[in-house]
């Protein structure tokens, strides 16, 4: 049973800073990438960014380019995000998503249950 627990939500004000976590255990042979998605009320669930475990490629949603940064910590199994100079429209629930690899060889999709972020203005 693989698990993503998310922390680091929260309410701040317009261009102040948060920090997402995403640390994943469970059985698991190895993680191809994770990343983060995210929902504001009345909207799909779309991608903000995504980092690979093998060679550290990141990608990001345009909206989010050079405020938000994604990283990892390959001995956690954690992955991060900070977040600068927010705006309002990044209030949304985020969550973490995971890429992993069972011993078999297959992979799957993992979902973390998302936590909110509001950033009031």
């Known amino acids: 049973q693989v698990q993503l627990v998310e922390s680091g939500g929260g309410v701040v004000q317009a261009g102040g800073s948060l920090r997402l976590s995403c640390a994943a255990s469970?059985?698991?042979?190895?993680?191809?990438?994770m990343g983060w998605f995210r929902q504001a009320p009345g909207k799909e669930r779309e991608f903000v960014a995504v980092i690979t475990w093998t060679d550290n490629y990141t990608d990001y949603t345009n909206s989010v380019k050079g405020r938000f940064t994604i990283s990892r910590d390959n001995a956690k199994n954690t992955v991060y995000l900070q977040m600068n100079s927010l705006k309002p429209e990044d209030t949304a629930v985020y969550y973490c998503?995971?890429?992993?690899?069972?011993?078999?060889?297959?992979?799957?999709?993992?979902w973390g249950q998302g936590t909110q972020v509001t950033v009031s203005s």
């Open positions: 469970g059985r698991t042979f190895s993680t191809y990438s």
């Open positions: 998503h995971a890429d992993l690899v069972s011993y078999s060889g297959s992979r799957t999709d993992y």
